[in-house]
């Protein structure tokens, strides 16, 4: 209606369950057969490849609960790989949606004087299921609750520690893309290496909106800082987020 608006989408994906249709699922077929401990070294070098990783990143020592994928037997594979195909479909189909909200956007010619920001929950999400109906599930039928096991997450989180659940940064870091054409003083495809907190968000929506919160009685302090400095100038030193 013409007017300044705060929308949040919250999608379930890519947490479990990883419910999709087949056709999605299919469209994956034979892209993880190498199993986490061979794809995790290609991602790594893909991460510096294309800048979003330096070279102070070492990659992380495999960790002892994540079973060796040479080591597991031939169904237990086939099974892990269906999984992780059923993980990447769910990706597949939520970069749909998410492109249909940027569309939506430019369609109303609002895109550049929005701010859109995209970012996960925690690390990389695993639930190692049920010995006794793992091999049973199909991620396209009803009723059914399909997880993943933690090799996978090692496999997401790369080059970090471990994965949700935990304090090291596998469990801790997620991505964060901010996309604002008219108000980012970024270059276009640009990284900025700066650490910032979820709790950062709220006060950069206060600054940008020209409010402020004064907690009353019982109210809490406000926590995190505004990420408007950062916005405002990519020169920014790391230190001052």
């Not at 597949?92 to 004087?113: C, H, P, Q, S, Y």
Request: proline residues 7%; neutral net charge; glycine residues 6%.
């Amino acid at each position: 209606a013409d007017k300044p608006f705060f929308t949040y989408l919250a999608f379930n994906a890519p947490h479990t369950p990883l419910n999709v249709p087949k056709s999605l699922v299919d469209q994956y077929n034979g892209r993880f057969d190498e199993g986490w401990d061979v794809l995790r070294k290609k991602r790594f070098e893909r991460l510096r490849k294309t800048g979003l990783i330096d070279d102070r990143y070492e990659d992380s020592p495999h960790m002892e609960d994540v079973r060796r994928w040479e080591e597991l037997p031939e169904a237990t594979r086939k099974n892990e790989i269906l999984r992780m195909q059923s993980y990447a479909a769910v990706i597949d189909n939520l970069d749909t949606n998410v492109g249909r909200v940027l569309r939506f956007l430019d369609e109303k010619k609002i895109a550049d004087n929005t701010l859109v920001i995209f970012l996960s929950d925690n690390g990389g999400d695993y639930g190692n299921g049920n010995i006794a109906t793992d091999l049973k599930i199909k991620p396209w039928e009803r009723n059914v609750v399909p997880y993943m096991a933690n090799g996978w997450a090692y496999l997401k989180c790369t080059p970090f520690r471990y994965y949700k659940s935990t304090a090291y940064e596998g469990g801790v870091r997620v991505p964060f893309i901010m996309r604002w054409p008219a108000g980012l003083k970024h270059q276009t495809n640009s990284i900025a290496h700066h650490q910032t907190h979820v709790s950062d968000l709220y006060p950069t929506f206060l600054e940008l909106a020209g409010t402020s919160y004064e907690p009353k009685g019982e109210q809490v302090p406000l926590m995190g800082k505004s990420l408007v400095p950062l916005l405002k100038n990519p020169e920014l030193p790391l230190e001052d987020t």
